[in-house]
């Protein structure tokens, strides 16, 4: 007795059609660029969309020209090694390179620290415009006399807490699109979300803002829209 299987006498696959050799090539064909295919866009989207999963995200929004024209504004005068925190694509790094200070970037994104090298090279500072892969709550800034941060809310007191730990008196600190919390700062320059909020070390670490207190209003920087 048959349990299971093709019938005695009935050919295999009786009432379907043959699939031929070149049609399972096609479809093996299909199968290798859809994976392919999620496996590249798997590789690209993960390190953008990681930043999102942590606690405090810190995501990847391209400085605008008035931006970086701002912050080497607040850099006028100034001398020492300069660090970008969470660099992006590089593009104020480059900057600041340009305008001769030796510059550091720290990104989490590979891809965006790739490009920023490659964007180095391009422009001819790759010597003294260089990039790290690496975590910013993970890296000690207190080599660096210049330090920018394209921060969020979320992380501003935190980093406050770190920073004044970790520099030297002389540093100034440059705060693009949002203000520390607590300190005050010494220029303020540009209008918007252009605004950038430059700190000197010196100043803020005797000058946290408290409830009544009184300090006196940053200075405006010659030649801008905003307060210097």
């Known amino acids: 007795m048959e349990l299971g299987g093709t019938p005695q006498g009935s050919p295999q696959g009786e009432g379907c059609p043959p699939v031929s050799l070149k049609e399972r090539r096609w479809g093996l064909l299909l199968t290798a660029f859809v994976g392919g295919t999620l496996a590249a866009v798997y590789a690209v989207a993960v390190p953008f969309l990681a930043p999102a999963l942590r606690s405090v995200c810190l995501p990847f929004i391209p400085a605008t020209p008035r931006q970086v024209d701002n912050v080497v504004r607040m850099l006028q005068g100034r001398r020492g090694p300069l660090v970008d925190i969470g660099s992006g694509d590089g593009r104020l790094v480059v900057a600041a390179a340009k305008a001769g200070f030796p510059a550091v970037g720290y990104e989490l994104n590979p891809w965006l620290v790739w490009f920023s090298r490659y964007r180095a090279w391009r422009e001819g500072v790759r010597a003294s415009a260089t990039f790290h892969l690496s975590d910013l709550w993970k890296v000690s800034f207190s080599q660096f006399s210049n330090v920018v941060i394209f921060g969020v809310p979320q992380m501003m007191p935190q980093l406050e807490k ?5 520099l030297q008196d002389d540093a ?3 705060a693009c699109r949002f203000p520390f919390p607590s300190w005050t700062p010494d220029h303020v ?3 918007g979300t252009d605004t ?3 700190y000197d070390a010196s100043t803020f670490r005797g000058r946290a803002r408290a409830p009544g207190t009184l300090v ?3 200075k405006r920087v010659p030649g801008s829209t905003g307060l210097a």
């Open 172 to 174: 100034r600190v440059i």
């Open 216 to 218: 006196p209003p940053p």
């Open 196 to 198: 950038v909020w430059a």
């Open 189 to 191: 320059t540009g209008e």
């Open 162 to 166: 770190k920073l004044e730990l970790e």
